[in-house]
Structures are given as C-alpha cells and as structure tokens.
C-alpha cells in the first residue's frame, strides 16, 4: 500500500478535475509513493478523466450537508466546514523554511 503524503493538493486537484469533468462520485487509487505538485492545475486530471471515460451508476445519489460551522483543531493544525449554497474548498500549505 503506498501513501499520498501531499494529501492537500491531491483533494484540491482532483476535487477541482471532477466538478469541471461532472464527476461527483469516485475512488482515487495512487500506484506511487506521491502525486507531483505540478503547477496546481486541474487541467492533466481532467484530461486523464475524460479520456478513461465515466460509468453512470444505477443507485440513489446521497451527499453530506453541512448545516451548522464544524471545526477541528490540533496544535497549530485546523480543519473546518461552513455551510454554503455551491461546492468551495480552500487549502493552504505553510512550508516551514527553516
């Protein structure tokens, strides 16, 4: 089993490739120890996804919907949901430079 270790950037991406490719359904399988920064665009997962094709499922669409603000905190880490109307997701990384 491999472990993507730059999770942030492989949910922005992917979660960005699939709302442009009208995915709203997937599992993501990584034969590589890491997905590579890139330049943060969405547009090589797009691509790979429109050219592997899309399998519509026969079952019930059933989503999570955040009604109220939710926030997780740990040391200097944070991880929060606010309801809103359409998809959104903000990621930011702080490299240490020391």
């Known amino acids: 089993m491999h472990y993507a270790f730059f ?10 490739a699939f709302l442009l490719a009208g995915i709203d359904n997937a599992r993501i399988v990584i034969d590589g120890p ?8 969405a547009a090589p997962f797009v691509k790979l996804i429109n050219n592997s094709g899309k ?3 026969n079952c019930e ?3 999570i ?9 740990s040391g200097d880490k944070y991880a929060g949901f606010t309801p809103f109307p359409i998809p959104v997701m903000n990621v930011d990384i702080d490299f240490d430079s020391a």
């Open 34 to 41: 890491e997905v590579p920064i890139m330049d943060g665009s």
């Open 55 to 57: 399998i519509k499922q």
């Open 7 to 16: 999770v942030p950037f492989l949910v922005f991406a992917f979660q960005a």
């Open 61 to 63: 669409r059933r989503a």
């Open 65 to 73: 919907v955040i009604k109220q603000p939710i926030s997780v905190v």
